[in-house]
């Protein structure tokens, strides 16, 4: 009897390591997202501080308004048919194999050509 009553409390020592380590890989986890979070806010941050750097330059040297501005990011968001808030990845040409690649890839999927990256988009 006492065989049984022994092997029943190393399976609830095992299932108990088991959820232990279960645990601390969502924690691992959950540690990771955190980070990832904590980089792209800095990071829109940043973009956020460039590009009102950005417009006060052109606003004061080129006498560019508001307006202007918002017509234009208008007309961007409505380049691929929807008016909503987003930039579409465009079509690019592979200068080397000629075929058509995502403008969000860094080189060309098919022969492996890296592509030159424009500052925006």
Request: glycine share 6%; charged share 25%; proline share 2%.
């Amino acid at each position: 009897m006492s065989g049984m009553w022994l092997s029943g409390i190393s399976s609830e020592a095992e299932g108990m390591e088991s959820w232990r380590a279960a645990r601390t890989t969502q924690l691992n986890d959950v540690l990771s997202l955190r980070t990832a979070v904590r980089d792209l806010s800095q990071d829109v941050a940043k973009l956020a501080l460039l590009n009102q750097a950005l417009w006060e330059l052109l606003r004061t040297k080129l006498r560019l308004t508001d307006q202007e501005l918002e017509q234009m990011a208008r007309e961007i968001d409505l380049r691929d048919g929807r008016a909503d808030g987003q930039i579409t990845a465009q079509a690019v040409q592979c200068p080397s194999c000629n075929r058509i690649n995502n403008s969000k890839h860094a080189k060309c999927l098919y022969c492996g050509q890296l592509f030159e990256k424009p500052i925006f988009g």
